[in-house]
């Protein structure tokens, strides 16, 4: 390497510079406080930063530069370019296909044997299921990689321990406390249920780990959503095997996911009520039950997008008998929570639950209702401008904004074809949606979110949903829904011109019903690349061993929050 390229990068040589050659890892380079710190990387992408002249001309020696071409560059330009490729060959190889059958059409019938077409089929059909099940293989150990590495780093987070401590011990002995601190047994400050946590509270019952109980807890929302998804494709007569592809990845798109590692439980509650939606024309009954479920036993907040969604079905069959029946249901999960909180609500009776919980929503600024009286909306953009929106990325503003608009329009253009399928689903999903989406922008001052989240998850899974529902949408609509779902895209935002180009190629030159399987494995292609390719960028593992002596015995002690609290912010 000439001194000319050390000095181009690293600046003039400082005085007396003499160059070192550490003999092994362990060599400390003395910092520089008048050297601006600089970033450089190696081919294998891996990145330094470097904060001394000699420091800076080691590297430089080595091959690193600030701007340097990595391996993951070209494995990027070998993707694009190979998506091209397979698209290429398989337009001609199907056009040529077509042409035989033309050609050789009466003849193919004269020899048609249906027993032989019959075990082709079935052939065919097991080599799919075999192929897709190694795919899903591949596909989980990267994500498994990807949820343990952003759960060992997070920070410590007060509603986590929170969360974790009243369900551990909820589901013990049925006492949903955290701690005097918080307000004792069944305090109306809890506001994640049970269902919010039940993958870490296996999990901490186990290991008594955190870090395990994150991953664990994360894997019990994968589980409820394949299950579900499966549900609802099965009692709709719909293929559910490609979904199982998407499921996982379409959960790491939902915007702060991380939730889910920090036992809340805004998704869990939400995944819970949007495929109750989808299944309610089949089992209403069960629908209502789970509605309840995902309320109560989850996050209050749901409520929201249950009136918005039972309103609208309310308001168009308008019989008192199926409101009866159906809420008979409804009920069965409040009335056996109120009859907890009766027996161990720790500040008074039933009636004093019902008048705390009263003041706590009307106090709350993420309610809504201190907006009402305070003349917020005398100034709604800079109120807005005011909360955390500012330090979302671009993508989020995009998701949580024109995202939603898009999907009620989607959907309202095309609900005599949903409606066909799914049965008389299409309006009360529009406002299942536009409810918590006018309540979050105009009403809610935190703009927190995870708030979001009960708009955004049934946004996510109604797209995927219609997308692998084999809905017979026209070319434009299937662009634009592929469009917004590549806003989802997460680590690597190249894919999202490769999605679109790709799914705009697909569009344009096959038919509709080979069409809906290729954007179906586009998608799952795409997505997970996005999810494998943070995998070949880090360069150490997360430490899964979090054990704190001072919580093995409880959760419910003063020393276990203060350990928590210190230790998993070092991580």
């Known amino acids: 390497m000439e001194n000319t390229e050390i000095i181009s990068i690293c600046g003039p ?24 710190a600089l970033n450089l990387y190696d081919f294998l992408g891996r990145g330094a930063t470097v904060n001394s002249f000699q420091e800076c001309a080691y590297y430089v020696q080595e091959g690193w530069e600030p701007f340097k071409t990595t391996i993951f560059d070209y494995l990027q330009l070998f993707a694009v370019i190979s998506v091209f490729i397979l698209f290429y060959v398989v337009n001609k190889k199907l056009k040529y296909t077509e042409s035989l059958k033309k050609i050789n059409f009466y003849e193919n019938i004269k020899k048609l044997n249906l027993n032989k077409k019959f075990r082709h089929t079935t052939k065919k059909r097991k080599t799919g299921n075999y192929f897709l099940g190694t795919f899903l293989i591949f596909q989980h ?134 495929n109750s939606i989808f299944l309610f024309h089949k089992l209403r009954k069960l629908s209502m039950f789970l509605f309840s479920v995902s309320i109560f036993y989850g996050k209050l907040l749901t409520l929201l997008p249950f009136l918005g969604f039972y309103g609208a079905y309310i308001f168009k069959k308008r019989k008192i008998i199926n409101i009866i029946n159906e809420g008979v249901y409804f009920f069965i999960p409040l009335a056996l929570w109120l009859l907890l909180v009766q027996i161990n609500y ?47 990325n671009f993508f989020d503003k995009l998701r949580l904004t024109l995202v939603p608009l898009f ?21 009360p999903l529009i406002f299942s949606i536009l409810i918590p989406y006018i309540w979050f922008w105009f009403l809610n001052s935190n703009k927190w979110i995870r708030y979001s989240q009960h708009f955004s998850v049934v946004v996510i899974i109604a ?41 705009l190629i697909l569009i344009l030159n096959f038919q509709k019903k080979r069409l809906q399987i290729l954007i179906q494995i586009l998608l799952i292609v795409i997505f997970s690349l996005d999810i494998s390719i943070p995998y070949f960028e880090k360069n150490t593992f997360g430490n899964l061993n979090s054990f704190i002596e001072e919580c093995e015995s409880t959760l419910l002690d003063e020393r276990c929050l203060e350990a928590y609290m210190r230790k998993l912010s070092r991580q």
Do not use: C
């Open 141 to 274: 150990f990267f994500i498994f990689d990807y949820i343990r590495t952003k759960s060992v780093r997070v920070d410590s987070f007060i509603d986590e321990y929170i969360a974790l401590t009243s369900n551990v011990n909820f589901f013990k002995n049925f006492d949903f406390n955290a701690g005097d601190f918080i307000g004792g047994s069944y305090s109306v400050l809890l506001t994640s249920g049970p269902i919010s946590s039940i993958g870490s509270v296996i999990s901490w019952n186990i290991t008594n780990n955190f870090i395990l109980g994150r991953i664990s807890n994360f894997y019990f929302i994968i589980l409820l959503q394949v299950l579900f998804s499966i549900a609802v494709f099965k009692k709709h007569r719909l293929d559910y095997k490609l979904i199982l592809g998407f499921n996982g990845l379409i959960l790491l798109s939902i915007p702060w996911w991380q939730g889910a590692l920090y036992s809340l439980g805004e998704i869990a509650s939400m995944i819970i009520f949007t």
């Open 463 to 503: 797209l995927l949903y219609l997308i692998f529902s084999g809905i017979n949408f026209n070319r434009s609509t299937y662009f634009i829904i592929i469009s917004m779902l590549s806003l989802f895209i997460t680590n690597s935002k190249f894919l999202i011109p490769v999605l679109l180009i790709s799914s």
């Open 346 to 392: 720790e500040s008074g009776n039933l009636n004093d639950y019902f008048v705390d919980q009263y003041y706590l929503i009307i106090n709350h600024a993420g309610s809504g209702v201190s907006s009402l009286d305070t003349g917020y909306f005398s100034n709604l953009k800079q109120n807005i401008l005011q909360t955390e929106i500012m330090n979302w």
């Open 13 to 36: 040589a400082t005085t007396n510079f003499v160059p070192v050659n550490p003999s092994d890892s362990s060599y400390v380079f003395q910092n520089d406080p008048t050297f601006p």
């Open 407 to 427: 999907t009620i329009a989607i959907i309202f253009k095309n609900k005599d074809k949903i409606d066909v399928i799914f049965k008389n689903l299409s309006i």
